[in-house]
């Protein structure tokens, strides 16, 4: 005899060896090709393009979604032997909205700038505390010469 029962959120189902041992009655139910919040990949199976598929990053609803989709549009449904070729105009326009929000849309060059830049400020970060900590300070060196007699003079006294 199985037993249910809930967690929170959870339901937990315990079920037995002579509960598997029956045929499931368990009815999957047809999935509706019009429901707008079924997942489905980036072209729907009408062909159309799928705005609202999370591999898309949320491009389609930024700051610059109408020129996202302009350039996408036009690729997909391009029939040119290179495919896309006729679209540069809208890639262009895109291109030109992603700048215009460097904070969004970072570039590729802008992320390795970005990455080299911290590393170099932690370098002259770390550079310039050894150097404030190495001017503060005379070497040990330095502290036994001056305080200390050579410890040859004493033994050859002996």
Sequence with gaps: MSSV????????????????????????????????????????PSGEINWNCPCLGGMASGPCGTEFKDAFSCFHYS????????????????????????????????KVQQEQSSETEQTSQDSASAETSGANSTPASEQDSDTTPSSTEGSAES
């Design 5 to 44: 029962r809930q967690e929170g959120k959870d339901r937990i189902i315990f079920v037995t060896k002579e509960d598997h041992a029956t045929p499931s009655s368990a009815e999957l139910v047809e999935e509706d090709p019009n429901d707008p919040y079924e997942e489905r990949g980036l072209i729907l």
């Design 79 to 110: 029939k040119e032997e290179v495919k896309g070729s006729e679209c540069l105009e809208q890639f262009r326009a895109m291109q030109e909205c992603m700048q215009r929000y460097p904070e969004l849309y970072p570039q590729e060059d802008d």
